[in-house]
């Protein structure tokens, strides 16, 4: 999944590892089950919030820009594996006036 505006952050999975877009540092073991994701985007204060059922696994800085939207689903890159499955549910995005 992605905010984008100027790619504010973006969650990546390889090899059933959760991380945030090209970090060694891996979030969540994710393979074969479900998981609760948060992200809270504070624009004003450049900052996003990552959660995993629950727990706080990230806290890092935005990448600014007044113009922000969110993406989820699967981009393959080379190399992938011939199957790769996404699959989403009761999402909700909301915004604090």
Avoid: C
């Amino acid at each position: 999944m992605q905010v984008f505006g100027a790619t504010t952050i973006m969650l990546r999975v390889y090899s059933a590892k959760l991380t945030v877009y090209r970090s060694p540092t891996v979030l969540e073991n994710v393979y074969n089950r479900w998981f609760k994701v948060n992200v809270i985007h504070d624009v004003g204060a450049s900052n996003v919030k990552v959660y995993i059922d629950g727990v706080q696994r990230y806290d890092g800085s935005g990448a600014g820009g007044n113009n922000h939207y969110f993406k989820f689903g699967v981009h393959a890159e080379d190399g992938a594996f011939h199957r790769v499955e996404s699959r989403w549910r009761q999402i909700r995005v909301l915004r604090k006036n």
